[in-house]
T-cell receptor, first 114, second 113 residues
Framework: ELKVEQNPLFLSMQEGKNYTIYCNYS?????LYWYRQDPGKSLESLFV?????AVKQEGRLMASLDTKARLSTLHITAAVHDLSATYFC??????????????FGKGTKLSVKP | GAGVSQSPSNKVTEKGKDVELRCDPI?????LYWYRQSLGQGLEFLIY????????KSGLPSDRFSAERTGGSVSTLTIQRTQQEDSAVYLC???????????FGPGTRLTVL
């Protein structure tokens, strides 16, 4: 059964700094998803990574996928306060599936301080 | 366009009562998922509907939980004889078959007293 582990679980950053959140998963998967959740809000889809070597960028966030290492990273560049949120990675339960439920990591709570 | 909607946004109930939670998926999305988010357990999958196929109920924690999806659109999650451990935020998501990107609704916060 797929297990998804994120680290760190808590991250306090200063504005302007860079950092990386790591997402390891336990079994072969060809895709990986990143979500953002603000306090009291629902999950917002950030990135869908569909193949080995996939890299996607949106503003100060960049996500990548290495299926051989079973690792995805979410890199934050020059953090700003608006990025404060909890970030989840998730993998599909079924390898190669175009549908089906996702298994989520525990989330990384990011706090960006001035 | 309209996103996934859920109702009610908050529900407070007494232990032993039944509750119904509703989800309206994005129009045209054939897949519909229910997840539960609680402090101790993170995000847990509950049930998944795809088109007219039999639902995947493998995540339902007990037989007090059931869900249906009428006409391939609206879904209702029912919890019978609620217990305090059922307190959580219940999230609905919908998606298209393809890259399995799932779009989440705002959730229903259930509190069982």
């Amino acid at each position: 059964e797929l297990k998804v582990e994120q680290n760190p679980l808590f991250l306090s950053m200063q504005e302007g700094k860079n950092y990386t959140i790591y997402c390891n998963y336990s079994t072969t998967s060809d895709r990986l998803y990143w979500y953002r959740q603000d306090p009291g809000k629902s999950l917002e889809s950030l990135f869908v990574l569909l193949s080995n070597g996939a890299v996607k960028q949106e503003g100060r966030l960049m996500a990548s996928l290495d299926t051989k290492a079973r690792l995805s990273t979410l890199h934050i560049t020059a953090a700003v306060h608006d990025l404060s949120a909890t970030y989840f990675c998730a993998g599909p339960l079924n390898y190669g599936g175009s549908q089906g439920n996702l298994i989520f990591g525990k989330g990384t709570k990011l706090s960006v301080k001035p | 366009g309209a996103g996934v909607s859920q109702s009610p946004s908050n529900k407070v109930t007494e232990k032993g009562k039944d509750v119904e939670l509703r989800c309206d998926p994005i129009s045209g999305h054939t897949a519909l998922y229910w997840y539960r988010q609680s402090l101790g357990q993170g995000l847990e999958f509950l049930i998944y509907f795809q088109g007219n196929s039999a639902p995947d109920k493998s995540g339902l924690p007990s037989d007090r939980f059931s869900a249906e999806r009428t006409g391939g659109s609206v879904s209702t999650l029912t919890i019978q004889r609620t217990q305090q451990e059922d307190s959580a935020v219940y999230l609905c998501a919908s998606g298209k078959v393809g890259n399995n990107e799932q779009f989440f609704g705002p959730g229903t916060r259930l509190t069982v007293l």
